[in-house]
């Protein structure tokens, strides 16, 4: 499975983006899809993941300003970020695979916040 990934950047407190990805392979290889991420100096966390019938997870820390959704058609997944707080920056990765933890990543986008 290869995912790639794209829509990282800068952007002021407050503001938005839009990440999408798309896979490639194995379609039973996407049972879920999403997005974890990684701040510097901090661990690996779940941001937001949907299934293939669309039961969406978030993170608390997300909740009410992330929205994940999918193109089962075109394989392809989206995350719209609202409302970005500094502490949202971080090298956001795409995932898929069988559970939320991914079994498959991408190479990952940063999001950098400014205050």
């Known amino acids: 499975v290869q995912l790639q990934a794209f829509g990282g950047g800068l952007v002021q407190a407050g503001g938005s983006l839009k990440l999408s990805c798309e896979a490639s392979g194995s379609i039973a290889s996407m049972i879920v899809m999403g997005w974890h991420r990684q701040a510097p100096g901090k661990q690996r966390e779940m941001v937001a993941t949907i299934t293939r019938g669309g039961s969406t997870q978030y993170a608390d820390s997300v909740k009410g300003r992330f929205t994940i959704s999918r193109d089962n058609a075109k394989n392809t997944v989206f995350l719209q970020m609202n409302s970005l707080k500094p502490e949202d920056t971080a090298v956001y990765y795409c995932?898929?695979?069988?559970?939320?933890?991914?079994?498959?990543w991408g190479q990952g986008t940063q999001v950098t916040v400014s205050s």
């Open positions: 995932i898929s695979g069988w559970s939320s933890r991914g079994d498959y």
